[in-house]
């Protein structure tokens, strides 16, 4: 995963400090995280560490925080991290995101996965996070345009995982981050709400 870097909101370049690890597993996607560790390295390190999981891998069959052992699991996994964070993809609908608010309020990161760039969903996620009340950090991963990007800002989204491939026109890069700056009749297009008419 080292063919990635982290843009916060401005579009700098913050992969040199982001210190994020995936949970390995069988269906993480590339670009989650910069890299990623397995549960056995995990349980075996001293120090704690900056753990994403997989929000999937956390719920039962109707979209619930499963219990039992994936519970003591869970519990197991925060109590060798600094910091825990979850992902999660278009495979949950935004009403499951609206039921588990209560445990996404307490997340230090959200990783939004978009597997394809014609799923706008990636959208209405980090809106409706934002709207729980979601205060921590909402990173996008995946398949989104850089023509997608400042929008995505205005969804609530504050850092992108980018390809490096992606990262070879810089000025590309850059113009995305402030497409939306600019000043469109008369005021600032950044403090309009999202898809707001003149």
Request: glycine share 8%; no cysteine.
């Amino acid at each position: 995963m080292a063919n990635h870097h982290v843009l916060n909101s401005k579009g700098a370049d913050i992969s040199q400090n982001d210190t994020w690890l995936a949970l390995s597993t069988n269906e993480l996607p590339d670009g989650i995280a910069l890299s990623h560790i397995s549960l056995l390295e995990l349980l075996h390190k001293q120090e704690k560490l900056d753990i994403v999981l997989p929000l999937t891998d956390l719920l039962n069959a109707e979209g619930k925080l499963a219990g039992g052992l994936l519970q003591q699991l869970h519990q197991l996994l925060t109590e060798h991290a600094s910091r825990v964070g979850v992902w999660v993809t278009s495979d949950n609908d935004t009403d499951t995101l609206v039921g588990l608010s209560e445990f996404l309020l307490q997340q230090n990161l959200i990783v939004i996965h978009v597997p394809a760039f014609t799923d706008g969903r990636g959208f209405s996620y980090a809106q409706t996070l934002r709207q729980m009340g979601y205060e921590g950090e909402i990173r996008m991963a995946g398949k989104f345009g850089r023509d997608q990007i400042a929008y995505l800002l205005r969804a609530g989204a504050d850092s992108f995982v980018i390809n490096e491939h992606d990262m070879q026109s810089i000025s590309d890069i850059s113009q995305a981050f402030n497409a939306l700056a600019s000043s469109y009749d008369g005021r600032n297009a950044a403090a309009l709400p999202m898809f707001a008419g003149a």
